[in-house]
């Protein structure tokens, strides 16, 4: 596949790798083993540098590999919800690849929107339905 970095391709590993219940075994195996051996060092201030210097670049080294993964479910999640609005009779095509504009072009749609639903709740009160694709004011 293009773009198939390696970066991507470890990542997608590691992702996969770490939510098993395996890795979480794993962890706590670390841990026990490191809580065992205490005795054996004193409980030194040696001894709790290592668990804390583990955990400080695991935990760094995660923070990069859980946003890769966001990123990419993101992306692959916005383009199939741009291809669904693009399939849909009557949706509206200006909605696709509508992550990609600023916060004040959002504003505007969000706005359009929140007058649609507050005008679909108003009509069910008085006894109507909200169905049906209403058009989105300008």
Known sequence: MAGNTG???????????????????LAVAVVAAWLLTGPLFGFSDTWQLVINTGTTIITFLM??????T??????????KLDELIRVVSG????L????????Q???RFR???????EQ??????????DFGTPEVGK
């Open 7 to 25: 970066f991507t391709r470890f990542a997608k590993w590691a992702s996969r790798f770490t939510g098993r219940p395996i890795s979480f075994n």
């Open 63 to 68: 923070v990069f590999l859980i946003q890769n």
């Open 70 to 79: 966001q990123n990419r479910d993101t992306q692959a999640m916005q383009i």
């Open 111 to 117: 706005l359009r929107y929140e007058a649609l639903a």
């Open 91 to 94: 949706a509206h095509n200006a």
């Open 120 to 129: 679909a709740r108003k009509d069910m009160e008085a006894g109507g339905d």
């Open 96 to 103: 696709l690849d509508l992550e990609e504009l600023d916060d």
């Open 105 to 107: 072009a959002l504003d």
